[in-house]
């Protein structure tokens, strides 16, 4: 086996590639075009009716990311009480994060993070 069998068979794996890319997305372009024949023909009735469902669809995938937000805040919560409960400092000194002695003029948003006494 020389150099052009190994260069020969890179391409033919090269071409087989791109031959499954192009049906793949031949396929992906077709169910679009027959979607969009389906909308076409739909009544106004139809048409309410999928729209209905796609903003419900819509309302859930950002049910979703609002739950996990409700989740990061929820755990960085209950790791601040345990952090005051410990008796290890929850504040962050800004003057340490920007490294001007104090004269910060702009504080980063960890450097805001902090806090307050006796909130649970």
């Known amino acids: 086996m020389g150099v052009w069998d190994t260069v020969r068979s890179w391409f033919k794996s090269e071409a087989d590639e791109l031959a499954d890319a192009k049906a793949d997305l031949e396929a992906r372009l077709d ?35 609002s739950d996990k937000i409700d989740a990061t805040a929820a755990r ?27 004269n910060a003029g702009d504080v980063s948003p960890q450097a805001k993070l902090q806090v307050p006494e006796g909130d649970t």
């Open 31 to 65: 169910q679009d075009l027959t979607r969009r024949e389906r909308q076409l023909d739909e009544t106004p009735a139809e048409t309410m009716e999928r729209l209905e469902r796609e903003a419900a669809d819509g309302d859930d995938s950002f049910s979703a990311i």
């Open 76 to 102: 960085a919560a209950a790791a601040a009480k345990a952090e005051a409960e410990a008796g290890t400092p929850a504040e962050i000194d800004p003057d340490f994060l920007d490294g001007d002695g104090g």
